[in-house]
């Protein structure tokens, strides 16, 4: 290397608390960041060019750097996404962060032919104010991530010419791990828009056009369908309702044979009397004043076991599904078959 990149090289060496510091403080700027919007990232990382590396890069064209703060990825950051549309949004927030120098940042997205392929990361280069020196901030997806560092690792680091053939195949992988993005961003956005509409349709009562699955029964149990028979029951011992999660009575409800969140709307609205009486019977003679958010949902489904034929070892089935097999279902099918058997002979 000539004196100038030489001296090149010794501001590096002075600076280089400068570059980590500025580091930690770009890490923690988008950490908190990413944080604040609720964006899921697969990684926030970063980097400080190492003395090899730049004096690598002076010995190839360090005449065109007049200073080191010419150089602007002494210092690389990297936010990688699992979404390509999440891209977008991380790009506006960075824009809100740091003073970016346009005129050497570069979407890379911009820059495809119809007949190529690569990875389309956005480049920015970045300053944080209060500092001399820039940065160079990519964000990517994860595939793209994936694609980047296999083309480096295939394509540059053996420093010989790849044939043809080998890169017809791996611009046809990245083609395809292109679509797989774009694929991904468009399935989450359906999704999304399905579960927009299931919202709405159990807002407005229309519970016969949903299926029932995972999604469609958590929007259901978020229009709390079971508080006033919880509240019913929590009354007869003046009770505190202990709030706790409902989901694993979806499986329950399918073994039901429900299809539709109708179908569980209407089973319900049959056994809910009933379950409110066993829950009188099992507590009108103790002192409890705890009692959980399932019980309800859980006496209805008790009952509507029996009243179909179910019998002990229904129950038995049913606090298997809802508690894990153990030896204890048993015991606790035997009496609760026993309270709703009196109930049953009591007729109230």
């Given at each position: 290397m000539d004196l100038h990149c030489e001296m090149l090289l010794d501001e590096y060496r002075a600076q280089l608390p400068v570059f980590e510091r500025m580091q930690k403080e770009v890490e923690r700027i988008l950490n908190d960041a990413l944080q604040r919007s609720g964006l899921m990232v697969t990684a926030v990382t970063s980097r400080i060019k190492t003395e090899q590396s730049l004096s690598g890069k002076l010995a190839l064209k360090g005449a065109k750097y007049a200073s080191l703060s010419d150089i602007t990825d002494i210092l690389g950051a990297r936010i990688v996404?699992?979404?390509?549309?999440?891209?977008?949004?991380?790009?506006?927030?960075?824009?809100?962060?740091?003073?970016?120098?346009?005129?050497?940042?570069?979407?890379?997205?911009?820059?495809?032919?119809?007949?190529?392929?690569?990875?389309?990361?956005?480049?920015?280069?970045?300053?944080?104010?209060?500092?001399?020196?820039?940065?160079?901030?990519?964000?990517?997806?994860?595939?793209?991530?994936?694609?980047?560092?296999?083309?480096?690792?295939?394509?540059?680091?053996?420093?010989?010419?790849?044939?043809?053939?080998?890169?017809?195949?791996?611009?046809?992988?990245?083609?395809?791990?292109?679509?797989?993005?774009?694929?991904?961003?468009?399935?989450?956005?359906?999704?999304?828009?399905?579960?927009?509409?299931?919202?709405?349709?159990?807002?407005?009562?229309?519970?016969?056009d949903v299926q029932l699955d995972g999604d469609t029964f958590n929007s259901y149990l978020q229009a709390r369908p079971f508080d006033r028979l919880n509240r019913r029951i929590a009354a007869i011992n003046q009770a505190e309702i202990q709030e706790v999660p409902l989901m694993r009575f979806l499986r329950v409800f399918l073994a039901f044979g429900c299809k539709t969140l109708g179908d569980v709307q209407r089973l319900v609205k049959q056994y809910e009397e009933n379950a409110y009486r066993l829950a009188r019977y099992q507590l009108g003679n103790t002192d409890l004043d705890i009692i959980s958010s399932s019980v309800g949902v859980q006496n209805i489904c008790i009952v509507c076991i029996l009243a179909t034929g179910g019998g002990k070892m229904g129950l038995v089935r049913l606090f298997d599904a809802l508690n894990g097999h153990n030896s204890q279902n048993e015991a606790i099918a035997e009496m609760t078959y026993e309270q709703a058997m009196k109930i049953m002979a009591n007729g109230k």
């Open positions: 996404t699992f979404y390509t549309d999440d891209v977008d949004r991380i790009a506006a927030i960075v824009e809100q962060l740091f003073e970016i120098d346009w005129q050497n940042s570069v979407d890379k997205r911009m820059l495809h032919q119809l007949d190529s392929f690569g990875y389309n990361s956005v480049h920015y280069i970045c300053k944080l104010p209060g500092y001399d020196y820039r940065f160079e901030l990519q964000l990517r997806t994860t595939l793209q991530h994936a694609w980047a560092t296999i083309n480096h690792d295939t394509g540059y680091k053996t420093g010989v010419e790849i044939p043809r053939e080998y890169l017809r195949r791996i611009n046809r992988l990245a083609g395809i791990l292109e679509m797989a993005d774009d694929e991904f961003s468009r399935i989450r956005a359906e999704i999304t828009d399905y579960r927009r509409r299931v919202q709405t349709l159990v807002q407005n009562g229309k519970l016969d």
